[in-house]
């Protein structure tokens, strides 16, 4: 079992930035395949960023590619995500996720909203 806190959300102008971060606790942090979704009002959750256990390899939807880049620090147990060149299309709750398997997400966090205005 993994408990996920999320952090870091707010409100900001398009064209801000913001750093999402994700704290883990519970079984060790570097056995898992951390990542990011959001939910948009009114639009099904979409899967934006991934990092393997190393932190080694990454995965980006084509909508945040060249804008959010995801880490982790193993030693703090947390995951973070960088978000540059934010949009009002960014809007949505954030949710942290952890999985056993990569690409398959057996833990959520409670979200945090990111709210991106015009």
């Known amino acids: 079992q993994v408990q996920l806190v999320e952090s870091g959300g707010g409100l900001v102008q398009a064209g801000g930035s913001l750093r999402l971060s994700c704290a883990a606790s519970?079984?060790?942090?570097?056995?898992?395949?951390m990542g990011w979704f959001r939910q948009a009002p009114g639009k099904s959750r979409e899967f934006l960023s991934g990092?393997?256990?190393?932190?080694?390899?990454?995965y980006y939807a084509d909508s945040v590619k060249g804008r959010f880049t995801i880490s982790r620090d193993n030693a703090k147990n947390t995951v973070y995500l960088q978000m540059n060149s934010l949009k009002p299309e960014d809007t949505a709750v954030y949710y942290c996720?952890?999985?056993?398997?990569?690409?398959?997400?057996?833990?959520w966090g409670q979200g945090t909203q990111v709210t991106v205005s015009s």
């Open positions: 990092i393997r256990r190393s932190g080694g390899d990454t």
């Open positions: 519970g079984r060790t942090f570097s056995s898992y395949f």
């Open positions: 996720v952890a999985g056993e398997r990569a690409y398959e997400f057996d833990y």
